[in-house]
């Protein structure tokens, strides 16, 4: 039957003594240990912190050099673009006047512009200078 019993410890008498040693050990222990994730954090937080300022600074520094690459890079951008404008306004021209070289209607107009030729069934127009009134007063009338 002692199998079934369980097994009791004998209980220790407590001493009330004036010395609270092993309490204070452990409250310096855990103490210790408390302020130890702190420090952890906060070396943690100082090195996270460092990392973010190394970054920052090559950041900025990549950012610098690349300054004076971006205002050429602008400078080139603007001249295409005006070359692009004097080429847009000569394409222009060019366009208005093939439109109007191939346009059926204006095929005579343009042929009579390019060559000598008349057309046949066109009445030429010859223009005088009108006679000055002096001239007409000064001829003697009968």
């Known amino acids: 039957m ?10 220790r008498p407590v001493k009330n003594s004036p010395r609270i040693a092993p309490r204070s050990s452990s409250s310096r222990s855990s103490s210790r240990q408390r302020s130890y994730p702190h420090q952890m954090l906060a070396a943690e937080t100082g090195v996270k912190l460092a ?34 404008n004097l080429t847009q306004g000569r394409v222009d021209r060019s366009r208005s006047d093939f439109n109007r070289y191939f346009d059926p209607s204006l095929a005579k107009t343009v042929m009579q512009e390019q060559s000598n030729r008349v057309d046949p069934q066109q009445r030429p127009v010859i223009l005088q200078e009108p006679a000055s009134p002096e001239a007409e007063e000064s001829t003697p009338q009968p």
């Open 2 to 11: 002692q199998a079934i019993q369980p097994t009791v410890s004998p209980l």
């Open 51 to 84: 990392v973010n300022v190394v970054l920052c600074v090559c950041a900025t520094s990549a950012l610098i050099q690349l300054l004076p690459h971006y205002r050429a890079v602008q400078e080139k951008l603007q001249e295409i673009q005006a070359e692009v």
